[in-house]
């Protein structure tokens, strides 16, 4: 069995989002670039947290938080990834949502992907890492 490293992992993840996201020829390609971006975001985003940085998405929480109107529902970073997470389940026991019930998808997925490449891109920028991680790259 091999051994990987999820930071390369990420970058790689990282390249083939962008590269899909550049050269989408369907709507799957953006489906792809937000897919991968997710999951980059979930390795890249907990590391950034742990060194003790702030995701991107947990920025624009605040950042929604501190100009939002009396009365409005707190913002949390797992708004930023809704797209992201219904495009990878379906249905909600915590909510009562049956699977089938929940089967489709409204977003213009071009601009979702955008959006989750750039958060996936900024946290990339602001974790540290090791100079022995960047020469395995």
Excluded: P
């Excluded at 799957?28 to 897919?35: A, H, N, P, R």
């Excluded at 707190?74 to 929940?102: C, P, T, V, W």
């Amino acid at each position: 069995m091999k051994t990987f490293d999820k930071i390369q992992i990420a970058s790689d993840m990282f390249v083939e989002a962008h590269n899909r996201y550049m050269g989408a020829k369907q709507e799957i390609d953006y489906v792809v670039s937000i897919l991968l971006s997710g999951a980059i975001i979930g390795i890249i985003g907990s590391l950034l947290k742990e060194q003790g940085g702030h995701s991107t998405h947990e920025l624009l929480a605040r950042i929604s938080n501190a100009i939002s109107e009396g009365g409005d529902d707190a913002a949390h970073e797992g708004m930023f990834r809704e797209i992201y997470n219904s495009l990878k389940h379906a249905g909600n026991e915590r909510r009562k949502i049956a699977a089938s019930d929940d089967l489709e998808v409204k977003t213009d997925l071009k601009k979702e992907a955008a959006h989750m490449l750039d958060a996936a891109k900024g946290d990339f920028r602001n974790i540290e890492v090791s100079n022995e991680a960047r020469r395995l790259g």
